[in-house]
């Protein structure tokens, strides 16, 4: 089955500034990679996804790019604000049973 | 447009006793998913539901079953419940390939 790896699993960073998180996949036949946002106590948000037809796609501040040679796939959080404090989950999926594999989460804090 | 909906919030069972998750879909959804996140852990696929009928399950006992009604709405039912069936039940529904939509979930506690 699919096997998803996400780092850091904390990571601390100061108002303004650029949050990077990383994850690999294991099975190739994943196509899809959806990125989660969950604050406390409330179910994971949808953020951006991405397709394995391609490689980079942005919103706003938020970007995610896939090397689908290497298996893995980033999020890119430019401009940190307080309220993008939250625990984020890199997943893999589309493999034709239509299940997501998620990684572990990342737990980011923006110091102000 | 209103989101996918759980109910109860919150559960309290005791070991041995059996426990029922409901979950709305987002309208015009067809497949629902559970899922289940143990304390500080990341999220276990449970079952997917499509079109009233169960498509996948995840690595978990048959003691975790469910089923999906005519309106797409889904219930969880898990049986002879145990200490580490303690977790956050979070269903999202689906209407086209792999966009899931989440729930606020229901936090379970086995006492």
């Known amino acids: 089955g699919e096997n998803v790896e996400q780092h850091p699993s904390t990571l601390s960073v100061q108002e303004g500034d650029s949050a990077v998180i990383k994850c690999t996949y294991s099975d190739s036949a994943s196509n899809y990679f959806p990125w989660y946002k969950q604050e406390l106590g409330k179910g994971p948000q949808l953020i951006i996804d991405i397709r394995s037809n391609v490689g980079e796609k942005k919103d706003q501040r938020i970007a995610v790019t896939l090397n689908k040679t290497a298996k893995h796939f980033s999020l890119h959080i430019t401009e940190t604000q307080p309220e993008d404090s939250a625990v984020y989950f890199c997943a893999a999926g589309g493999g034709g049973d239509y299940k997501l594999s998620f990684g572990a989460g990342t737990t980011v804090t923006v110091r102000a | 447009e209103a989101g996918v909906t759980q109910s109860p919030t919150h559960l309290i069972k005791t070991r041995g006793q059996q426990a029922t998750l409901r979950c709305s879909p987002i309208s015009g959804h067809t497949s629902v998913y559970w899922y289940q996140q143990a304390l500080g852990l990341g999220l276990q696929f449970l079952l997917w539901?499509?079109?009233?009928?169960?498509?996948n399950r995840g690595n978990f006992p048959p003691r975790f079953s469910g089923r999906q009604f005519p309106n797409y709405s889904s219930e969880l039912n898990v049986n002879a419940l145990e200490l580490e069936d303690s977790a956050l039940y979070l269903c999202?529904?689906?209407?086209?390939?792999?966009?899931?939509?989440f729930g606020p979930g229901t936090r379970l506690t086995v006492t």
């Open positions: 539901y499509d079109e009233g009928e169960e498509r």
């Open positions: 999202a529904s689906s209407q086209r390939r792999n966009e899931q939509y």
